[in-house]
């Protein structure tokens, strides 16, 4: 696979040093505390970098602003900000426990490409995106800039790591194949069902990662069923003379992480559908990494596929990334009392054919 290069390693270093509590500086601007996992005896800072939505929850942006709402704000207090008033600041299921707060000022940032690449590390890092700015620390401060992320972010990073035949209760002709890039903890993987054939269109699904949904039996949503049930409409397509390929995509709760997706549940819990929760959180309602999914497809010699999905983006998401979608193939699966909102909130909100 060959060495990571010098941006793509500062990202991993700065993604290892946010999930640590450690400082990042982005383009050589301020000090940046994370204000989740951050950690100092004492450390306070004049401002915080927080989300639009946040802003927007704090009465400090307009819906317009908020219109994007993991963009970045820049907000000052009368005194400074400690970590414990940072955390109830960025993290709006504190609200009933600290409904008090403020009064804040939203101030110009400088930089706007450093600010927004900051909150997207957060992201990255399945972290609250929100910062102590500039607080005074001792140590040292990871560095990194946009054009690293940029880095880190290319596809021609991830190669095949390893493959092996695996039977699986849906079809025992099956092949596992792992993909990994050097400066990413992420391991995505494939299951090919059936004998691959290049004269023959694949049944693709794309199943982003749900620890809740696909292992735990989640009732939340609909996850664990459509990975079941696309399974089996690969080994009929297999049985048929077609095959299948299923992208097990490593970016759990549509790429906010697993941690962050727990807290959009509680906000759920609170009255919240999926959008509004994750929103809320400072994070977007659809982060996913499709280029992800087409260099996966490239590595395995797939150049069109017939996609599994009730999601008209998705297709439009792949086909702007060079994926050739030739057939959209309805995945319909019943609702239970658990996820009918969810469901609904698709149909509603994110544009799904259900």
């Not at 403020?102 to 995106?129: S, V, W």
């Not at 696909?214 to 397509?237: F, H, N, T, V």
């Amino acid at each position: 696979m060959g060495l990571p290069s010098a941006g793509a390693r500062r990202v991993a270093l700065a993604l290892d040093a946010l999930r640590h509590g450690w400082p990042i500086r982005v383009e050589g601007g301020e000090v940046l505390l994370p204000a989740e996992t951050g950690f100092a005896a004492g450390v306070t800072a004049p401002r915080m970098l927080i989300s639009a939505a946040r802003a927007v929850t704090l009465k400090l942006a307009n819906q317009r602003e908020a219109a994007v709402p993991e963009a970045p704000v820049l907000i000052r207090a009368p005194e400074p900000f400690d970590l414990e008033t940072a955390r109830a600041v960025a993290d709006p299921a504190l609200d009933l426990v600290h409904p008090m707060k403020g009064p804040f000022a939203a101030e110009h940032i400088e930089g706007g490409d450093a600010a927004r690449t900051a909150m997207e590390l957060a992201r990255l890092a399945g972290i609250l995106p929100a910062y102590l700015v500039a607080p005074v620390l001792d140590g040292e401060v990871q560095g990194v800039s946009s054009a690293d992320l940029a880095a880190w972010k290319d596809t021609a990073r991830l190669q095949i790591a390893s493959r092996a035949h695996l039977p699986v209760a849906a079809c025992e002709t099956a092949e596992i194949v792992a993909f990994r890039a050097l400066d990413d903890l992420r391991e995505h993987v494939a299951l090919v069902i059936g004998t691959q054939d290049g004269d023959r269109v694949p049944l693709v699904r794309l199943h982003s990662e749900c620890l809740t949904g696909d292992i735990l039996g989640s009732l939340k949503c609909d996850c664990g069923p459509q990975l079941d049930a696309s399974l089996r409409a690969m080994a009929d397509e297999a049985a048929d003379g077609g095959w299948g390929v299923l992208l097990y995509l490593r970016q759990e709760g549509r790429g906010i992480g697993l941690v962050n997706k727990l807290r959009a549940y509680r906000l759920q819990d609170m009255g919240y559908d999926t959008v509004d929760a994750n929103n809320r959180l400072g994070l977007p309602t659809e982060a996913r990494d499709f280029p992800v999914a087409a260099r996966m497809l490239e590595l395995l010699g797939v150049r069109a596929v017939r996609l599994m999905t009730n999601n008209p983006a998705k297709v439009a998401a792949l086909q702007s990334v060079g994926v050739d979608v030739i057939e959209r193939v309805p995945h319909r699966l019943p609702p239970n009392p658990h996820n009918a909102r969810y469901l609904d909130t698709k149909r509603d909100r994110t544009g799904h054919l259900l």
